[in-house]
T-cell receptor, first 110, second 113 residues
Framework: GENVEQHPSTLSVQEGDSAVIKCTYSDSASNYFPWYKQELGKGPQLIIDIRSNVGEKKDQRIAVTLNKTAKHFSLHITETQPEDSAVYFC?????????FGSGTRLQVQP | DAGITQSPRYKITETGRQVTLMCHQTWSHSYMFWYRQDLGHGLRLIYYSAAADITDKGEVPDGYVVSRSKTENFPLTLESATRSQTSVYFCASANDRPNSPLHFGNGTRLTVT
């Protein structure tokens, strides 16, 4: 099945700095790549997604880039704020359902 | 807008007991999923359903049973709970295809003693 690796597992940045989280995947046929944010005690929530016919997508301070040849995609958060502190998961559409990365705990220091 | 609700939020049970986790969605979404979340493993798919009366195994189905007699409900049953099933369980739904955005419930934290 699909294998998704996510790095780093923890990330600490100063408020206002940028944060980058990277994921690699194994199945070259995958065509849907969402990112989820999970706050304490809650379920994951979609923050941005990208499909394989697009190389980059932006939504305000969040962007995702996709390199299908290298089979990796990244989440970029600019001008980080304390409320960005959470666990972030990448995911890849496999044959039947989404396969998730192991998560990145982002801590934004005020 | 109730969305997707899971019950109970917390459950403690003993090894060998049967436990059922409930999931209910109000959107009439076709697809529903059960994931478990463990430290270092992210979210792993247990079972999913494409429609009422259609279910299929995910990555880690052993020890679990699901049913979907109605579109809005997707209960997960642990037939004989084991300590390795201690986890946080998330139910999710998606509208018309599995690669549309997933909407998650707030999870059930299950402890098996």
């Amino acid at each position: 099945g699909e294998n998704v690796e996510q790095h780093p597992s923890t990330l600490s940045v100063q408020e206002g700095d940028s944060a980058v989280i990277k994921c690699t995947y194994s199945d070259s046929a995958s065509n849907y790549f969402p990112w989820y944010k999970q706050e304490l005690g809650k379920g994951p929530q979609l923050i941005i997604d990208i499909r394989s016919n697009v190389g980059e997508k932006k939504d305000q301070r969040i962007a995702v880039t996709l390199n299908k040849t290298a089979k990796h995609f990244s989440l970029h958060i600019t001008e980080t704020q304390p409320e960005d502190s959470a666990v972030y998961f990448c995911a890849v559409m496999g044959r039947r359902a989404l396969t998730f990365g192991s998560g990145t705990r982002l801590q934004v220091q005020p | 807008d109730a969305g997707i609700t899971q019950s109970p939020r917390y459950k403690i049970t003993e090894t060998g007991r049967q436990v059922t986790l409930m999931c209910h969605q109000t959107w009439s979404h076709s697809y529903m999923f059960w994931y478990r979340q463990d430290l270092g493993h992210g979210l792993r798919l247990i079972y999913y359903s494409a429609a009422a009366d259609i279910t299929d195994k995910g990555e880690v189905p052993d020890g679990y049973v699901v049913s979907r007699s109605k579109t809005e409900n997707f209960p997960l049953t642990l037939e004989s709970a084991t300590r390795s099933q201690t986890s946080v369980y998330f139910c999710a739904s998606a509208n018309d295809r599995p690669n549309s955005p997933l909407h998650f419930g707030n999870g059930t934290r299950l402890t098996v003693t």
